[in-house]
């Protein structure tokens, strides 16, 4: 594993691309990047920006003084443009986001990490021994709390429900009706009832799984989808991106890759069907591809400065795919968490809905690599294999975990991978 130098207090105070792509709009773009967040009683976050910390933690410097700041924002070769104070539309365009944020992985590396000393950091052993106590934690224990693991899957050869044949049931062929692998009944374990809120709801743009998460999910919340390789986390981000885009007054939106390149993410998207190459000649997408060792580098920075750049570029949702690679560039358990924690309460900060895409565990399905993000997020949706014992097809399933202030589905339902992207069958059951 490779690992980077973590950045500390005084290292690299001024970074070039900041005099350049920021100037002016600095002081007011990173002035609520620590503001107040609501306290989260699974992660220990503290309410307060300058209390979000325990005694012991060292809160990161963001590089330069706003105050220092007197440079003027134009729209030169970088593509950046802004225009803080102005009514008319976004300050940063599409090519002046991915130039700002690709410019924050430039400059000298940061100085040595300290020693790796658990003791210290914002979380310290109480944290680790709480990780590995609570469910899923350092023994997979997530799969008793949130709907059983692998044995429960294997009663009567896991899927073998016999009669009707097919693979979904249902007399004949994949979706056949009575019995088979997946038989049809069971819409959803919670009530659909009258359920009335306040919070404003946006749908994921997941067929199927939308319908199992009442008026939808709140708006600014932060998620995540934990699943290992080939399940279609990188597919089930962009459709999340695209239900924004596909709106004639939708906002925009933010592509953020550690994996693959930028012509990648738009080709994939365009064979499902899905114009992210008019989205982002438009300037209503912007996708960034960054090394994952020159993000977690320039990570102050960069949590410094995506909250400014996302409120100027106008954007509704954001993906960043996939955390993993950045979880993995610290080898101190006690730096790895603070980092991502600092982290995603930047993200929260910034008003925008976020999709995180992670790993799962090797051991277990129900809890990410780490074992971080899932206790950050105010969402949780596994995507996980389920392998039959007598070598039949492998079937994909999806959960929804938790998702703070909804009311959803507990129930693991069979999706597919198709030239459209992911499709749940909520109306089908797992036997």
């Known amino acids: 594993m490779v690992a980077v130098s973590d950045r500390t207090d005084g290292d690299d105070a001024e970074e070039d691309w900041f005099e350049s792509a920021v100037g002016d709009a600095k002081s007011e773009g990173t002035g609520d990047a620590d503001a107040g967040v609501e306290e989260d009683p699974e992660t220990g976050g503290d309410g307060d920006g300058e209390d979000a910390a325990p ?51 430039e400059g000298d590396p940061p100085a040595d990490p300290p020693a790796d000393d658990d003791d210290g950091g914002l979380f310290g052993d109480d944290f680790a ?39 979904f049931g249902m007399g004949g062929g994949d979706f056949g009706m009575g019995g088979g692998d997946f ?24 067929e199927g799984l939308d319908d199992m998460i009442q008026l939808g999910v709140p708006e ?33 939106a933010v592509f953020i890759t550690l994996e693959e390149s930028s012509e990648r993410i738009i080709d994939s998207a365009v064979e499902k069907g899905y114009p992210f190459d008019e989205y982002s000649e438009n300037g209503r997408l912007a996708i960034v591809d960054i090394d994952p060792i020159e993000m977690a580098n320039s990570l102050a920075t960069i949590r ?57 565990d090797a051991d277990s399905p129900y809890t990410s690599r780490y074992g971080i993000v899932e206790y ?49 069958y909520r109306q089908a059951n797992i036997f």
Do not use: C, W
């Open 55 to 105: 005694d012991g933690a060292t809160e990161p410097v963001a590089p330069g003084d706003p105050e220092d700041a007197t440079g003027s924002v134009g729209s030169g070769d970088d593509g950046v443009g802004t225009s803080p104070t102005s009514d008319d539309g976004p300050g940063v365009d599409a090519e002046g986001f991915r130039t700002a944020m690709e410019g924050a992985t």
């Open 129 to 167: 021994s709480a990780m590995e106590e609570a469910p899923g934690g350092a023994g997979g224990g997530m799969a008793e709390e949130f709907g059983g693991g692998e044995d429960d899957l294997e009663v009567g050869g896991e899927f073998d429900v016999g009669g009707g044949g097919g693979d």
């Open 183 to 206: 038989g049809m009944g069971g819409g959803g374990d919670f009530e659909e009832e009258e359920y009335e809120t306040d919070i404003d709801r946006i749908d994921l743009g997941i």
């Open 220 to 252: 600014r919340s932060l998620m995540v989808i934990i699943g290992s390789a080939g399940t279609g986390k990188t597919t089930f981000g962009i459709q999340f991106l695209n239900e924004e885009l596909r709106k004639e007054d939708g906002g925009n």
């Open 304 to 360: 410094s400065e995506l909250p400014r750049l996302i409120r100027e570029f106008d954007a509704e949702r954001l993906v960043l795919d996939s955390v993993s690679l950045l979880e993995m560039m610290y080898d101190s358990r006690a730096t790895r968490r603070n980092e991502i924690y600092d982290f995603t309460r930047s993200l929260k900060n910034s008003g925008v809905t976020t999709m995180l895409t992670s790993e799962a």
């Open 376 to 424: 950050l997020t105010d969402a949780v949706f596994i995507l996980q294999y389920v392998r039959p014992s007598d070598f039949r097809k492998t079937r994909l399933a999806v959960e929804i975990q938790k998702i703070r202030d909804a009311n959803h589905s507990r129930e693991t339902k069979p999706y597919e991978i198709t030239n459209e992207g992911l499709s749940v």
